[in-house]
């Protein structure tokens, strides 16, 4: 393998420079694939464009290149969490990396804050709340989601991540009280509203993910009957572009949708918590 292990432009201070053993791993072709791996000693990768043995890989400084039996060079980097919910196995269709993004401004997530998510589905979005700082409980349906989940965040995050989850339905009620914000990527979210209300600190967010128009209209108009308020709705539109010698341009193909973002706030009802809902709604 190529590469500077112990200086130069590329290096990286200290033993994160080095590739280790039970590191996963991304190797790129001369066509841009990409293919995810774990790093185990005496083991080969192969692919129709030729095989890598796991030995020229352990050891090795991040960002070189490796040479396949067939001649073919491969350019060697550790995962982004991008990389990793793309190719990771998958029961539940994940959120994309874009929506992910978003979804941890619009929720305003960040260290030390407690979330429920439900559900959990693959765990990309757990595991992106996670990576931002949050304590995050996990509400899932489904046992097989659930065991999903559970591999892909402790593969991504390790067992010490401050996240679990609980094979339950979150429309029968929330256990947890005093929340900071619950993140939902669920077919009905607005069946949550009256059990989020009780489970959440006034201020807290609540952030919905949708897939359709109908399904964000039907939650906006239970959002309104509060004592959620200041609900907002957004889309994301990410478009790539092809950029090579005078061909540039955007590049041909584009996600076309994925989903609607909606977040709201807990207000404390006029005349105090026991008041009667107002109307919220922005
Ligand atoms: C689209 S997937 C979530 C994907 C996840 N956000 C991710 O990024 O990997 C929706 C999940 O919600 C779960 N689900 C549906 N209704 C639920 C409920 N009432 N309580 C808990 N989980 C529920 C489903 O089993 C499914 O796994």
């Avoid at 280790?20 to 001369?30: K, M, N, P, S």
């Avoid at 192969?46 to 050891?59: E, K």
């Avoid at 990389?83 to 998958?90: A, E, F, N, T």
């Avoid at 929720?107 to 595991?127: Q, T």
Wanted: one cysteine or more; aromatic letters at 4%; glycine letters at 12%.
């Amino acid at each position: 393998m190529t590469g500077d292990a112990d200086g130069g432009p590329g290096a990286v201070a200290g033993d994160r420079a080095l590739l280790r053993a039970g590191e996963r791993v991304l190797l790129i072709d001369a066509k841009a694939r990409r293919y995810l791996i774990t790093l185990r000693p005496g083991t080969e990768f192969h692919t129709h464009v030729g095989i890598v043995a796991h030995d020229d890989l352990i050891g090795a400084p991040e960002g070189g290149t490796v040479l396949g039996s067939t001649g073919r060079r491969f350019v060697v980097l550790r995962p982004t969490l991008a990389d990793v919910v793309l190719k990771m196995p998958r029961g539940a269709q994940v959120i994309y990396p874009k929506d992910l993004g978003a979804i941890l401004f619009e929720a305003d997530i960040g260290p030390g804050m407690r979330v429920l998510e439900a559900g959990v589905g693959s765990g990309a979005l757990s595991m992106t709340l996670v990576r931002a700082g949050a304590d995050v409980v996990g509400y899932e349906l489904r046992p097989d989601f659930a065991q999903r989940a559970r591999s892909n965040v402790v593969a991504e995050l390790g067992e010490a991540a401050s996240w679990r989850v609980e094979l339950r339905d979150v429309y029968e009620g929330i256990d947890e009280r005093q929340l900071d914000r619950v993140v939902l990527d669920l077919p009905e979210p607005w069946r949550v509203l009256p059990h989020a209300a009780l489970a959440m600190r006034p201020g807290g967010i609540l952030c919905a993910y949708l897939p359709t128009i109908n399904q964000t209209a039907q939650l906006r108009s239970a959002l309104g009957a509060g004592p959620f308020g200041m609900a907002r709705t957004i889309e994301v539109l990410q478009r790539s572009w092809h950029i090579e010698d005078r061909s540039v341009r955007p590049d041909h193909r584009m996600v076309g949708h994925t989903g609607f973002i909606t977040t709201a706030r807990l207000l404390v009802p006029e005349g105090g918590p026991d008041a009667a809902p107002g109307t919220g709604g922005t």
